[in-house]
């Protein structure tokens, strides 16, 4: 007998199977679950790549304040005024004021002015003394 003939001789012989319909027991349908596969992307998504760290030493720093109340604090309490970058964080703040005026900081507290602008007062350590960093950047 050829194997399609007996195949279906198999099937005659056997009782029909229906498929049985599933009983919902939820009233909320939940989508199945399927598969995801991962991206692969046949070209990047940007077509040049970042041109590295905008934010530099140079863009954190964006001045000295000359005031005289920030005056006192270089005399009194050993610390620099600068106003800074308003995305500019502490660590950075920090890191460039190191970078640029070979200092070490104690701490860094920042405030946002009234006119929108990041005021930073860095308290350097007790090794260094702000009025000499002072006279070296030339705001006395």
């Keep these: ?12 012989k056997e009782s029909i199977s229906r498929k049985q319909k599933k009983i919902r027991t939820k009233v909320r349908f939940y989508r199945p679950k399927t598969l995801i596969k991962p991206r692969n992307p046949k070209y990047p998504s940007k077509s040049v790549e970042s ?26 309490i050993n610390t620099l005024v600068f106003i800074v970058n308003l995305k500019a964080t ?3 703040i920090k ?10 900081c ?10 929108g602008k990041k ?3 860095v308290h350097l350590t007790q090794d260094y003394d702000a009025l000499d960093v002072a006279n070296r950047i030339g705001i006395i």
């Design 90 to 92: 502490k660590p950075k």
């Design 119 to 121: 005021k930073a007062y």
């Design 51 to 76: 041109r590295g760290d905008k934010m530099d030493k140079y863009r954190i720093i964006e001045y000295p304040v000359t005031t005289e109340s920030a005056m006192k604090k270089i005399e009194e």
């Design 1 to 12: 007998m050829a194997p399609k003939a007996a195949k279906v001789a198999k099937a005659v």
């Design 95 to 104: 890191e460039a004021v190191h970078q640029l005026y070979d200092v070490k």
């Design 106 to 115: 104690a701490k860094v507290n920042t405030l946002i002015t009234p006119d």
